[in-house]
C-alpha cells in the first residue's frame, strides 16, 4: 500500500496506523477507565493480542499446506500474513466477553476498540485518498480455485474492473448478479472477483449454488489487495485501466446503474489515453 521511511528501515502505512490506533486505544481507556485504569489497560492489550493471533492462526490455517511443509516459519510475522477480517471477529468477541464480565469497564472497553478500530479504517481510507502517486495494478500472486498460483498482473492489457468479497458479506451477495450480468456483457473488459480470505472449498460450493456463470475467480487469503487498495471494508470495486493505473474505486455494494457508469467512464479513460499517446 506504502510505506514510511524511519531513516532505518521502511514501515508499512498500515502498520504504523495499527500502532497509532493501538496507543490511541489504550490512551482512551485509562482516560474513561478511572479507578480501574491499570486492569482497562489490561484488558486491552489482551483484546488487540487476541485479534493478533486470531489473523495470524486463521492464515496458517488456510495455508496448512505449505506451512506443513515449513512449520517453523508459521511465526515469522514479516512475512505479512493476517487475515484482518478473522483478527476483527475475534477482538470483537473477546470484546464482548471481557465488557460482559467486568461491568464497570464495560462503556471504557467499547470505546476503546471501537475507536481505533475507526482511526485505523479510516486512516487507510485517507492515505489512499491523499496519495500523490498513481495506483498500480498489484504485482502479487493469488490462487486459483483449482489450487494454481496466478499472477494478476497477467490479465493486464484490458481494462479491468477487480470486485473484493467474501461469501459471508450480504451486500457482496446481492451485487453478484450484477457484476456476472456486466461480465457476460463486456467482453472487451477483465472481471477478476477476489475472495478474501476464504478456501477454495467453500467458494467453490458458494459458486456452484449461487453463481455458476462467474468466471476469474481468484483466492486473496492473505488479504493483500485490500492493503493495496487502501481498503478494509467488503464490498469494493475497483477500476483499472489496461496500463494498470486505478481509475476508480467503489466501496459498498454496486446498482447495474453504478456499474455502468463506472464502466462507461473507463472504456472513456481508455480511448481517451490511446488517442493522446497517438499523438
Known sequence: MGSVNLGFAAV??????????????????????APDRRRGALLLMRIILIGVIAARAFHVYLD??????????AGRLTDGGFIVFAGFVAAAAATAWYAWRNRALRQPLV????????????GLNVFWLLRTDQLQFPTFTLMALDDKP?????????????????????????????????????????????NQGESGRLVREYLDARAPQIRNVLLDVAGQFPVHAGTQALPVTLFFSDRGILHGKHVGELT???????????KAAGITSRQTSAY
Not at 451486500?171 to 467482453?187: D, F, S, T
Open 111 to 122: 470505546l476503546a476498540v471501537a475507536g481505533p478500530l475507526l482511526i485505523w479504517g479510516g
Open 64 to 73: 496448512a499446506e505449505r506451512y506443513g511443509l515449513e512449520p517453523w516459519t
Open 256 to 266: 447495474a446503474s453504478t456499474l455502468e457508469q463506472n464502466i462507461a467512464s473507463l
Open 12 to 33: 508499512s502505512i498500515d502498520l504504523v496506523l495499527f500502532l497509532v490506533a493501538t496507543v490511541a486505544g489504550l490512551l482512551l481507556v485509562t482516560a474513561t477507565a
Open 150 to 194: 496466478v499472477k494478476v498482473e497477467d490479465f493486464l492489457g484490458r481494462p479491468i474492473v477487480v470486485n473484493l468479497w467474501a461469501t459471508w458479506c450480504p451486500p457482496c451477495r446481492r451485487e453478484m448478479p450484477v457484476l456476472g450480468n456486466a461480465q457476460q456483457r463486456h467482453g472487451d473488459i477483465t472481471f477478476l472477483f477476489v
